[in-house]
């Protein structure tokens, strides 16, 4: 997420100098970059004032050669094929050894028969919007002089934070919640623009209740709270849309309103085109640029329609199975029965808090707009994006949650900007239907921040300090009993307060201090066992690789443990055998040109136990019981440790000292007598006889026995899997199961006894 300095200065004073970058850093908050706009045009970008202008003829486009007063003895001249500007007009000018953003230098050319020294510029290539029908022309009263600085004058003078948002922090993806960070940061004061004035607001309408299908059409007011933003001028007497919300879970709050009579044609203001621009999102239309504008201002994901284009009341509800709505991006998409949309008389028309559709959408000549602003489960959000794999802008916000009482404050804010600079006039009601569920209090112990952080933290500092976040906080019975604000929905335990607690006061203040190492013998015998073996087949010149756990249906043949949430649909398994991953890798090195190749692999494999079901579901209000842990137990798969070799090329490489020698099955063998031996067996205990094992080859395979119990196999890969793999002949591998090995005795030390002192 990108935020330009002088949109946090709105909201938040800061004060000067002050390291913005390290503050964040301070709070949790990771600055991927900080962007000087000024150095993002290099070179010489001064004011000009256009002199003379000379139409050049016979050309396919028009073409213009100016005279242009730099504030030097002669004026520039510079070949033009612009025409949004006239003689007398101030205008941006890059001089020769200037270079524009994305490395495009700037020089003295003929071109069009006329020697061009500079270029007058657009917004577009300055990179400071998408404007590109023009050059950029100063407004008349600009108080600016030829030759000085344009940076200044055509918005290249702002630093710009580029920001990584963990998940657990929604209310961080806005500048509302950045700003609110840096007051926090430098004890400043913060003007919240999620907040409303007490200022008189048209009627509106409010239907709570806790059932499905609340709905409100207008036709009576509700009581306000205070500090709601203003309406805009000019309400008409038209009632708030129809709105049907058929699932409360699903949604819980539903607010819309409408403008009518907008001017198509009217631009979006260009500090709002500056910032989306910085913001790396593309200026589509006034009405468009508006519900983003406010999404990255207040965190408040919108959609407008086109009220022209829908039919009917809107509804909200669950999808049918199967059916169809093509998204904004042009997606014929088919919907899931756990996926919300908004619909009309004709069906989906958007899908809920990821993405719009194309039926009801904004059009260049729409001239009446409805405004929604919602409240949208992040759970349902999150399996909706996944599920269409529509990581949205909007999408992104709903996952990590978005404040509820913000829907009717953007909507005030989207009308009166709508208002202000498209025209038009706003339906009289606001239709407002809330059936959010308030916070939980939560009851902590004013000590427990000073006890978890070793922190004296005293019980005025952590009051002080959780109203800083916005918390409500009374003191009952020597305990405090504290109510999040509704932009925090990640603070739901005594624990996320502690941590408010220590991240605003500073992580630096908290002590480090190493813990005292537990007595005991260190490794245990498995882990010595497991690290002797890695030793010695590193040692044999097998290089360690560590894979993904995760496969897919084709390496799986037999019963495997299915993943609930895979990283990827194409690997849902976990691995019955390390043979699969490390065969891939093998694969994925020689195709980059490593032919002779020797690799080694310890870990886990997951063997699903016969007739285990799901794990039984235990709350957090209790400690389970044995019973239920060993249900719990029961249901987890067996994680045996192996070890596995592959190899391919050649073993010993061909000098001067001889021809070298391919790899073989020999070979594969070979490794599992040095792991057996590295694991402390004895060689007279090993057997190794011949055998058939898929996916070895049936005659060069070999079963590797200790004390007569088969623990893995070695030898030659089967010439099928070898051609499915594209792996080369001869591919040799081995695979043990350490964890069947005889564990051994053992021998502890005696010391010598003490003498006794006579």
Not at 203 to 223: L, P, V
Not at 393 to 402: D, S
Not at 666 to 674: G, S
Not at 680 to 697: K, L, S
Request: aromatic share 4%.
């Amino acid at each position: 997420m990108r935020i330009p300095l002088s949109w946090l200065r709105e909201y938040v004073d800061l004060p000067a100098g002050a390291d913005v970058a390290d503050a964040l850093v301070r709070l949790g908050i990771e600055v991927d970059a900080v962007i000087d706009q000024r150095a993002t045009v290099q070179g010489d970008l001064v004011v000009g004032r256009v002199a003379e202008i000379e139409e050049l003829t016979g050309f396919k486009k028009p073409i213009r050669f100016c005279k242009v007063d730099i504030g030097r003895e002669q004026p520039q001249e510079i070949v033009c094929g612009a025409t949004n500007f006239a003689a007398g007009d101030l205008v941006a000018v890059i001089l020769p050894g200037g270079v524009l953003p994305g490395g495009f230098e700037i020089g003295a050319r003929k071109t069009y028969g006329r020697m061009s020294a500079g270029m007058i510029v657009s917004a577009r290539e300055l990179g400071v919007s998408d404007e590109h029908a023009g050059i950029i022309v100063l407004p008349p009263e600009t108080a600016a002089s030829p030759g000085e600085d344009a940076r200044p004058y055509v918005g290249l003078d702002d630093v710009v934070f580029e920001l990584e948002i963990t998940p657990d922090r929604g209310y961080a993806m806005s500048v509302r919640g950045i700003a609110r960070e840096l007051s926090h940061a430098f004890d400043a004061p913060f003007r919240d623009p999620g907040l409303a004035t007490s200022a008189p607001r048209s009627e509106a309408t409010r239907a709570d209740g806790a059932g499905s299908g609340s709905s409100a059409s207008g036709a009576s007011a509700a009581s306000r709270a205070p500090g709601l933003a203003t309406s805009a001028p000019g309400a008409t007497a038209e009632p708030a849309y129809p709105v049907i919300v058929e699932d409360t879970v699903g949604c819980d709050r539903f607010a819309a309103r409408a403008v009518r009579g907008i001017d198509p044609a009217a631009p979006s203001p260009e500090f709002m085109r500056r910032r989306l621009t910085t913001a790396g999102i593309r200026t589509l239309g006034l009405a468009i640029d508006i519900t983003n504008y406010l999404m990255l201002e207040l965190g408040q994901p919108m959609h407008a329609f086109d009220v022209t284009r829908v039919r009917g009341p809107l509804v909200v509800r669950r999808a049918t199975q199967g059916e169809k709505l093509t998204t904004l991006d042009g997606v014929a998409r088919v919907l899931d029965a756990e996926d919300m949309v908004i619909c009309d008389e004709t069906g989906p028309i958007s899908l809920a808090a990821v993405m719009g559709g194309e039926t009801s959408e904004v059009q260049p000549d729409t001239v009446d707009v409805l405004f929604e602003a919602a409240h949208w489960d992040p759970v349902m959000v999150g399996r909706t994006a996944r599920r269409h794999k529509l990581f949205s802008e909007a999408a992104k916000r709903w996952e990590r949650g978005v404040d509820p009482a913000l829907p009717l404050v953007a909507l005030d804010r989207a009308v009166a900007l709508l208002v202000e600079y498209g025209g038009g006039a706003t339906d009289g009601n606001v239709l407002d239907i809330d059936n959010v569920v308030p916070h939980r209090s939560l009851t902590i112990d004013p000590t427990l921040p000073g006890r978890r952080a070793g922190v004296p933290y005293s019980e005025a500092r952590v009051v002080e300090t959780l109203t800083a976040v916005g918390c409500d906080v009374a003191t009952v019975d020597g305990s405090l009993v504290v109510t999040p604000p509704t932009w925090r929905p990640d603070l739901t335990e005594p624990a996320d307060l502690v941590e408010e607690v220590i991240r605003l006061d500073g992580y630096d203040k908290v002590p480090s201090v190493l813990p005292v190492a537990p007595p005991g013998n260190g490794l245990t015998p498995s882990q010595r066992r497991r690290r002797a073996v890695a030793l010695a087949l590193a040692e044999g010149g097998y290089v360690e690789v560590l894979s993904y756990p995760f496969v897919g249906p084709s390496a799986v043949d037999g019963p495997a443990v299915r993943l609930a949430n895979p990283l990827s649909d194409e690997e849902p398994f976990l691995r019955t055998s390390l043979l699969p991953p490390l065969l891939a890798t093998l694969k994925r090195n020689i195709g980059r040109g490593h032919r002779d190749t020797a690799l080694y692999e310890l870990g886990s494999v997951f063997l699903p136990r016969p007739g285990a079901g799901s794990p039984p579901e235990m709350g957090v209000e209790r400690r389970p019981t044995e019973e239920e842990f060993a249900a719990a137990d029961a249901t987890v798969p067996h994680q045996p440790w192996h070890a596995a070799v592959v190899l391919a090329g050649e073993m010993e490489p061909a000098g001067w000292w001889g021809s070298g020698r391919p790899a073989g099955w020999a070979d594969a063998i070979e490794a599992a007598r040095v792991a057996v031996a590295a694991a402390g067996i004895a060689d007279e205990r090993v057997t190794v006889e011949a055998a058939e094992q898929p996916p070895w080859h049936p005659g060069r395979c070999a079963a590797i026995a200790v004390d007569g119990v088969t623990i893995g196999h070695a030898g030659e890969l089967h010439p099928s899997a070898l051609a499915a793999l594209e792996l080369p002949r001869r591919t040799s591998a081995m695979e043990l199961d350490l964890d069947a090995l005889p564990r051994l005795v053992s021998r502890r030390r005696r010391g010598c006894p003490a003498s006794r002192p006579r």
